[in-house]
């Protein structure tokens, strides 16, 4: 398609009267994009395109070149910080929720919706008519982002012109180039990133093809990683890591160091077929070197703090949490009730772990905890705990359905 | 204790009168001690005591010595082959789950009660009026056996010696030497093993002991296995390893040569927290190569032939199906149920992966087949499968329950 | 609206090109206008629009009013007996499943699926380009039709010109009377109805109006019942019920007789809140006397003959096979797993209950299986089944996680 | 077996050295039993027998019985009143959670460990080295209170003299008569009502047995319930009844109303196979009118205020919340997360009902909620709420994967 074709097609498309837009402005290709076309195709005027960029720690690099770009194009944006809302209150749910959806830790799943919270609420605050993000209509994004803008801002109607005008990246990249919008390849497709997990572009990988080495910001592939195993001590309380080699850290400040310790020893990595919201499974590839470490040995406490039961049904709890947050509905009554259990059931999930990091193995080699529940002074063999004895009349009083279905027969 | 106190505590238990005793015998010591104990204690004659060594894989070795040592006491054992059994109607079923009960791919919780069965029936075969077998009553072989032993010979008793008059296994050297047993160290506690996954006593290790590096049969620990990446290739046939780099082998034979592979690079160790049949917690060791190795491409296989429903709906399945069979209940009427989901879930699980162990990672790097459900040429961005612009008003339905919360309230 | 208006509407909207078209035909309005909109809007001849009418026991005078019906507009049917196959392969596995989603025993949700296949067999069969039928836009049909569709005839289009053209039901009526579409308001919504559950429309129905006693078929409200039970047999084998006071009748005899027994006495009301499949709730008046009484003794069968476990686990089956099925997922691969299990679970399901009727209540008199796993010969108190001594040592072994939890503290 | 035959077995049966008991003392026949039991065979003096009544809501009748009895035996109890509690912290959880073990709403499952708790913080506070209760040993309450005791006086011993002798009940009455104990037949099996269900004796009554008419206490059977309808308003907050008929009460007094106004009119009768915690199956009869009107109607608003998501999980959280309290686990920490989950559920649960209760019929009449989620404005055809049109590419995008699986094949 050359520009007349997609301009035909962008100014063919019927568009909904909007007055005031509330755009969820990255700055990266897509929502840039956006402004010129609330310009040119909504016509709406600047005063009324407001801005809004999150900062939920996607680095200080990608917030200035935001600010830039927004610059280039005559606007400012309404600059919100949420990086401790995101650690505090999402992130903190995810760990002790071991945030797993088909072995993804769900990561942007939560920004989108973050996002798009705070954009809708700015909305209303000050008028808007409508909200406005740079998803296309084949992600998952798109619905995570509707459903929230829907929950805040009701009234508010909602576009997302990559998908309503069905355009492709290099369409728009025309697009950008014949309007003046300022695109950085550098960090097209770095909106995927946050402290927890970092998603990179699968779509150019095919199946049978391996991955180069320098598509990843902080994994070392093990072959490449150091030939020397580096300790390193973790402390949970309640569930939430607060310790880092001993020293009292931020959750943000704890991740992003551990991001670098275990990604440079080779962990991190995952390659898996993921099943989007439209039930359309797609391959991706991710990079989760905190997150790794941080979710097996919280995994591993809970082993040991929780009972069998609790396991058995927290495990349950856990991927139905898992698999809300990354449909798009963080804010569904279902997901605050299935908080409302995981923070119950991490109440004494306290501990401190010394592992050894060495090429993509994470190996436990020491565990402390006082609520743990293991016990070998009453299970062990010689132990006085209780005598064998009794699990004679335990084995007969729990076989005894069995006596009873021998009765029956039909059993091979 | 010395000898004359056990002796007074084994002769000072009543014992119900038996006539007849089917014994499971591994020939290690408590099955070993048994004999004895039939002979003394039982005052059961020779030609009443019914040996039965049942063959599931733990080895030519092991075999020949529990022959021995039965000679050695002037006893014959029936031996039975099941190692086919195992294989073909055992590891298939809980390689198609996904067998993992707490991050242990269960195995002698599988063998017990093969064991059990062949033994009953053998039991009833032959007009015993009991069973025994060498269990202790701390751990979880006791019920496995019991359950097992009461749907087979639901009308012989059932008596486990050591559980029965609470010995210690010190007492129970003491005793074997005493009264001639032969103790062979070098196989204590090797029953434990079968050719999918072997149990290290883990009674000796505290948990902030490291473990010592000579512990292992099959596994070379990461940092000392090979500094270069050995290539493997595994075909899946509805769900079972069916090639190992374009051979076709029977189960047993590419399972113990992955073994092989996969240990000696690192891959296979196992150190958890279990909470076993009565709710106590233990710490335990297990290495397992050739499951490790075939349970992620299994399961990466699953995800790719499997629809999300499918995979959230088997990942229920796959868990009760592991905690039956660790439970020992394998022949619950449920577990043959939960089987007919697994089998018939198993029908697309075709593929071949090509993968690159390295020092405890299983990379894979190449995936192919037939029965995935991965369709990029309707996901991707370009394809022509569907147009974004149908995604708009797929969101907006989607979201309407979202619209109907908000106009209630209460969200935050 | 006015007819020019509807018209403006319907000839406005742009509509896909198709050669030959297959047409789910009830003989309702829908289905009747579809053939007139075929002709005027799609510009299709009459030999190429392929009627077909499915008989899934909607009663002879639907099937022949739809008859008379397709005749007045020069068309004729091709007509599909599936009575055998809805009862023998769909209503068995509903009765196994214990079919209930949120109350409602899921009718329609089947049948739709049943048309909709044997409709996309046909027309891939006669060279269809397309399909159509019926539903509306607001309702679950579409989605249940449209899958079923797309499995078996997916180089088809599909259209539901009500939903395409968002015609309300007015408006369709004006249409048909000016372009000479026959309208029998009797049977207006009466082809929601299978011999096991009538839906009865319930748009009318405020939250808090009475209903009025003459909506139902079956039913006699329980003050207008007899006064005087009314007894019944009723015997499962495996799980399906096969006899009706002693006499052996096919599936479909037996439960048409006992809407009529059950229905008199009372029993099949249904007034409930129902989820659909875009997650919007509606209140739905349902009649079902049969499936009540089916239901409610297939249960308590279930819980005299299988065991605890399964009763639990297959409870979360049922409901999983409830919801597929009533969410157009008959055909997905997970619903073909349940029924493997579901079907294994059954075979020991097989039982004869005496009931009575009265005015509403379903009260079991009697209860007979040979494959019940209640066996009072054990449990009672009396019963030399077990000694409860030996409950003893089983409540302490039972309890022993107990005594861990009190060390740690922290329960109230 | 005749007095000196039961002494034999009585006296001969070793028992533990005990100091201080606390007893868990209802006036029954077991309970009243015990404290001769203590004198003679544990030889514990008066002064360390600490007797122990609770206040369950048992009814002021069978308080005083227990009071005249232990007089009669010269001894005094301590009365402990948790009526409020049980209703203000048990029942309330009980109805959140829908209550329904199987059938069972789950009554004395609670009590017995309301009771274990109070007996067992005396017992501690009073420095006993033992409680003491008066379960058999074939029924559910002993794991019940053994669990409870375990946590509360973990340092105590456990003795349940019925069971730990082995005793029948005809041999109690022997040895009472014997040795001079009280036994009044009326309330002889009567410590197993609650305000919430009655449970009746079962053990008497065969399979095949019809129930006689005068087994009921609130109940009068459909046939002789009055031949008018009775109506009756209930108002919910948050999931607890508040209101009965427009008046306020505390929930003991509404439930005790509601037991009069259902039963009467033929509300509230079970027949059914409950299975126990040892898995073995007994028939129980209860009755619960008061439980069957609220559970039916908390659940019906449930389905109107809750979302399909949540009600489809916390139909599975309601379950295992029953399991474990009809199990013994009212203590588990699982329990307690359980009812995090739960109470975070019930915040939307708020609405009042107008029913007719008629010979056994509930039928709903109004209902009126200002926190439901039926939308009739959004969903009906007629509404503006969203276009039918938009639901066609809903549709198409909903039914992509089908296409997907149409391309692999192999659905029938």
């Not at 070149?65 to 194009?73: F, T």
């Not at 700015?122 to 619905?143: H, I, L, R």
């Not at 449909?327 to 009730?337: D, N, T």
Request: with cysteine; charged share 30%; proline share 4%.
């Amino acid at each position: 398609m050359d520009l007349q074709q997609i301009e035909a097609k962008v100014f063919g498309t019927p568009v909904p009267e909007v007055k005031r837009v509330a755009l969820a402005y990255s700055g990266g290709l897509d929502s840039s994009l956006c402004i010129e076309l609330l310009r040119r195709v909504y016509k709406v005027k600047d005063k009324d395109i407001v801005l809004i960029t999150i900062d939920v720690g996607q680095g200080k690099d990608e917030v200035d070149v935001s600010k830039a770009k927004a610059g280039k194009l005559g606007m400012k944006a309404i600059l919100i910080d949420l990086k401790k809302e995101f650690t505090e209150n999402w992130l903190t749910k995810a760990i002790r929720a071991n945030s797993d959806y088909e072995g993804y830790p769900v990561s942007t799943s939560m920004t989108r919706q973050l996002v798009a919270r705070a954009v809708a609420q700015k909305a209303v605050a000050m008028g808007c008519d409508a909200v406005m993000e740079g998803s296309t209509g084949k992600g998952n994004d798109q619905y995570r982002m509707h459903n929230t803008f829907k929950i805040f801002a009701p009234q508010c109607k909602v576009r997302a012109p990559v998908r309503d005008f069905d355009m492709l990246r290099d369409e728009e990249r025309i697009l950008c180039e014949a309007w003046g919008v300022p695109v950085d390849e550098q960090i097209a497709g770095g909106d995927d990133k946050t402290l927890w997990c970092r998603s990179i572009a699968s779509g150019a990988i095919g199946l049978d093809q391996e991955l180069p080495d320098d598509i990843w910001m902080w994994l070392t592939v093990p072959p490449k990683a150091p030939d020397k195993t580096e300790e390193v001590t973790l402390s949970f309380e309640e569930g939430i890591p607060v310790k880092l080699n001993g020293r009292k850290l931020p959750l943000d400040k704890l991740i992003m160091d551990l991001n670098g310790v275990a990604g440079r020893n080779g962990i991190g990595y995952i390659d898996m077929f993921e099943d989007g919201i439209m039930d359309l499974k797609s391959r991706e590839i991710y990079e989760a070197p905190a997150a790794h470490v941080i979710l097996k040995l919280h995994h591993d406490l809970e082993q040991w703090c929780l009972t069998k039961d609790e396991l058995e049904f927290k495990a349950v709890v856990d991927r139905k949490w898992a698999y809300l947050t990354y449909h798009g509905m963080w804010f569904h009554p279902l997901k605050a009730e299935l908080d409302a259990f995981v923070l119950a059931a991490s109440r004494f999930t306290s501990g401190t772990y010394r592992v050894g990091l060495y090429k993509g193995n994470i190996q436990i080699l020491k565990r402390e905890s006082a609520t743990g529940l293991f016990s070998p002074e009453i299970r062990s063999i010689k132990s006085k705990g209780f005598s064998q004895k009794m699990a004679k009349d335990a084995a007969v009083i729990r076989g005894l359905p069995f006596e009873i279905l021998a009765r029956r027969g039909g059993i091979e």
